[in-house]
Structures are given as C-alpha cells and as structure tokens.
C-alpha cells in the first residue's frame, strides 16, 4: 500500500509522548479560556478583571468596588452552571468512550444501553403528570437506570453478558422508552405541556441549582474517577472478551463497573440538563483524532475536550439570541463541522 | 511437596474433561484425560472441526469446565480466579482482532493485566518487561507499528510476545501457523523451539504432523470426541494414522541429510 509508512511515521510523532503533552497543555488552555468567557458574556456581561477581583474578594479581604448584583451573577448563577456544564460535557465524554471501547463499536455512545430514553420517558411523564422540576429531574434518574437495569436484566446468560446481546436488549429497551415518550408528547396539552416536554428533551442547562450540584457532582466524580482509574484495563477488554479473560481480566466485573459507571454519569447529566445527544458519540472520536486509541491517553482528553466544549456551547447558547437555543440542537450545529472537518483529514479506521 | 516424583513435575492434570455446546448439546469431546509435565512440548493434532481449540480455550479457563476437572499446579481451575490462571498460563488465540489501532507495544503490555490491579496502569517495570518480551520473540523493530497495519505473521508473533510478557511458563497456542507463509511457520516454529529451551512448558494446537516432529516431544490426536494416547510424536504420526485421521495416503520417510529426522510426503491420488 503506498502511503502507509508515511501514515505510520505521521502516527507515531502525532500519538508520541511529546505531542500528547502539547495537546493536554492546548485542551487545558481552551478548556480555561471557555470558563473565563462564560463568566464574562451573558446577559450582564462583566470585565475579566472584575470577575478576578470580585473571585479574589471571596477569599481576601479586598475592597468592593464592584456592585453586589455581580457577585451573586458570578457565584450563584454562572459558576454553578459552568461546573454543571463540565460535568455534564466530561462525564457524557467518557461514558461514550468507555461504552465504545467496551462495545468494540465506533457508532456507541451513552444512549445504546437506553438511559438516555428512559431518562427522557421519567421527564415527559413527570411533566406530564406533575409541576415541580425536581420530580422531573428524580423521575428522569430514576427511570434512566431502569432502563439500563432492563438491558441488563434481558442479556444476561449463565451468569454472562455477551456484549452483542446488550446491544440488542439496549436498542429494543431505547425504542420501546422512547415511543413511550412519543406518546407522553402526543397525549400532552399542545400549549405549555408539551413544549415543556420537548424543551426538556432538547436539553438546557437553564434550571441547574447548587444544591443539585451538591448532589449530582459526588456522583459524577466518583463514577467519573473510577472509569479513569480503569481505564487502562478498558484497553484490554477491546480485545474481546475471550483474549481479556485469558490475560486474566475479571471482564464479568470489568463490564458492570463500565456500565454502572458509564450509567451514572449518563443519569445524572440526564438529570441535570435533558438530553444532550452528539457529545457521547464525537467527542471521543475527536479525543482519538487528538491523543490516539489508547484509553489511558483518551480518557483524560476527553475529559478535558468535552468539558469545554460544553461549557462553550452552553456560552453559546444563551447568549447568540434573545431566547434561549436547546444545547441538543447547538452540539450537533456546532459539532458536526468541527467533527467533519477532522474527519475528512482522517485516512481511515476510527 | 510431597508425593512429586523427583525428576517430573506435572503442571497440568486433565481428568475425564468432557464439553457439550451449551446451546445445542452436541458434544465436542469426551473424557479426554491426560498430563503435561513441565518442559513439554505437546502436539495436538487432529482435522477441522474436532474440538482441539475448545480444549485449549477449557485449559486457559475461557470456557466454564461443566464434566471432568483440569487441575494447574495441583489446584482445580474452577475454583481459581482468570488472574491466577493467568498468571500461570497464557494463550494465544488463533487470531486477534483488535477495533483499535494501538501501537503494538500496547498489545503486548496487556499480557501484563494478571500483575497488575484493576485500578493500576502499567508502571516502568512493566514496560521493561513488554521491551523483554519484544526482544525474545524478535520483534523490537515492530513495537511502534500499529497493530491493524502489521501482517498475519507478524501478529502471531505480536500474541506470542504478549503471551510471554505474561510471565506464565505455560503457553497454549491455538494454530500458531495456520494462515501463515512457508517463512513465517518457520519463523515461529523456531520461536516455540526456542521457548521450549529457555524452559517454557507448551500445548500446541496444529493442522501440521511435520510441525509436531519439528518441535514436540509428545503428541497426540483428537478425533471425533476422543483423545489418543500422548505420547512420542514419531510413534504417533504413521501413514496408518495420517490416513485414518486425515483420509489422506502418506509416506513417511527419513532423509539420510536430516540424521534420524522422518518427513511426511502426501500421496495425491491421480485421476
């Protein structure tokens, strides 16, 4: 094949330790840099240098120069939703890249084993049936991992799950869920309920407080950290399950730590923000594109590359137009060029 | 230990090992019982299709042992967990297939998975070990090419490297050279001679009786369900044997180049 030597030795400086370095330095910067200008823009936009005195002024006993309205935009509204945006952006990231790893399958992300669906069927129900957001956003968890338990329950066999079957059970799980949805919308008051279903459905990181936060991120961090810490044994479960368990992987326990985890963190985004689609998926393959495939390289990018792209696409979001865009319908506006893009550089494989 | 004899050890003790496909319960094999003592090189020969890689894959603890026990080191292989069976014994698939292109270094630093823990990554040791690996088997030149652009052969060395990497004595190769050129076969039968020497114990799975001369000290054949005795492979392999094994006429001749060496040579039937 002419053309394959240069590709390898292309590879080889792309993916070496140097190169990764860089990148993680550059990720880190532009992850930086999309945090201090959603601090800034929005509907009152505030200097760089009020928004470090006034983060100062929280911690040294500084003068106030700045109005006392500023402080609570920064501390109660944007901070929160900033942090909220980057665990929702980094966990979908690395559920989506665990999931495809585990799956052996580049088409994965969060949504194959159906929380997604049935995250989005708890919400349409409980705003069908109820007015309060935090029935809502517990409905929307708890149905999420029933979703998932469903899956997992229906690919069990002689206490093993084939990773085909799980895929199986999770499409039928994920469709049945959402034709459930179908109907919530089409049963729905077509004035205020069923537009609230649907706002929800397209996600927003509009209703975030800190006390969600307070409940949310432990369990985002900790199911997070754990796929981080397995990370480099996730590598070796891509060789198949038969190749994992003869290099003496428990790939039973292996495979339920990714699920559960990847689980969480899915839920709990779910819960936060609505469904956000297209992170899940791309993201890791822009983190390939960027630190190669090996998971202990990946994992941290994505970390970090979907963190802030999602604190950006939320910047996005509510500050181009007077009303507020759906981040479903943003990340995939703002995604699918930058992902095609990398994609036409690519040679092939994934 | 008590009761070993002196001059052996036996590392693995197979007893009345049976399968059955759990699906279709038509059995594969049946009370196939025999012992591999360290330093062997045990051929398993036999055509397509008689169950020889079910056998390793009970062996390497892939499949669940439902008839029969395997005993490794005197401890049945049920009641072990897959790192403590790996790391007294590692097998090489047939083939890999790998979704991702990872470097083949990467491939190769997996086999050290049954040393480390769930939560740890590869630390230096680890990597000078991977290096030792690459370097025996002879593949250092390899261990930044990717792995979806390296040729068959060089895979099955790729899987033997990872294999040693393991650290585990015991190999079971599965076809180690089947789908390979004259070349590679060669290549990795002198790879398993090699191992054999350095002190490693060896269950080979083949398609080729030469293959079993040129490496084994035992061998045996599996053939619809049951096991032959294991024993020399020049008593092993005769033409009585080729034909009822293979439905094929040989002739096995010794070459007065190759000292006491036997070569088998195929008879085609004409017309």
Known sequence: MPGTEVTETVKKQRWGEAHYRQAVIVLAVLLALSVLSALCLGRYSISIPEILRVIFGKFFPIEKTWKAGVETVIFQVRLPRIFAGFLVGAGLALSGASLQAMFRNPLVSSQILGVASGAGFGAAVAILLFESIIITQLSSFAFGLLAVFLTWSMSRRRRQTPVILLILSGIVVGSLFSSMTSMAKYLADPLNKMPAIVFWLLGSLNHVSVKELLVLAPVMILSGGILIAVRWRINILTMGDESAKALGVNTEQLKRIVIICSTLLTASAVCMCGIVGWIGLVIPHIGRLIAGPDNKRLMPVCVLTGGAFMIAVDTIARTATATEIPLGVLTSVIGAPIFASLLMKKESGW | ?271
């Not at chain 2, 979806?148 to 895979?155: D, P, R």
């Not at chain 2, 049951?226 to 040989?250: A, Q």
């Open chain 2, 1 to 271: 230990m008590v009761g070993v004899k002196a001059a052996v050890k036996t590392r693995i003790r197979i007893e009345g090992l049976s399968y059955l496909y759990p699906e279709s319960r038509q059995t594969v094999f049946s009370d196939v019982g025999f012992v591999i003592n360290h330093g062997d090189v045990i051929s398993l020969l036999g055509p397509n299709g008689t169950g020889k890689s079910t056998l390793l894959k009970c062996l390497a603890g892939i499949l669940p042992v439902r008839t029969g026990s395997i005993f490794l080191d005197g401890r049945n292989i049920s009641a072990m967990k897959s790192e403590e069976i790996a790391s007294k014994m590692a097998y090489v698939p047939q083939t890999q297939v790998s979704p991702f292109p990872y470097p083949v270094r990467e491939i190769v630093m997996m086999g050290r998975a049954s040393r480390l823990g769930l939560f740890s990554s590869p630390g230096k040791e680890d990597f000078e070990k991977t290096d030792a690996a690459l370097r025996l088997v002879g593949i250092s030149a390899l261990a930044d090419r990717v792995c979806t652009q390296i040729s068959g052969g060089e895979w099955q060395l790729v899987l033997i490297a990872r294999a040693i990497a393991q650290e585990s004595g015991i190999l079971l190769l599965d076809e180690p050279t089947s789908h390979l050129d004259l070349g590679n076969q060669m290549r990795i039968l002198e790879t398993i001679n090699n191992l054999a020497a350095t002190g490693f114990t060896i269950l080979v799975a083949t398609h080729f009786p030469d293959h079993a001369l040129l490496t084994s000290n035992r061998a045996a054949v599996l053939k619809e369900g049951r096991l032959s005795e294991v024993t020399d492979p020049e008593e092993i392999i005769s033409e009585r044997m080729m034909r009822k094994t293979y439905g094929v006429e040989v002739k096995i001749l010794e070459h007065e180049m190759l000292g006491t060496r036997k070569i088998i040579v195929p008879i085609l039937n004409k017309g």
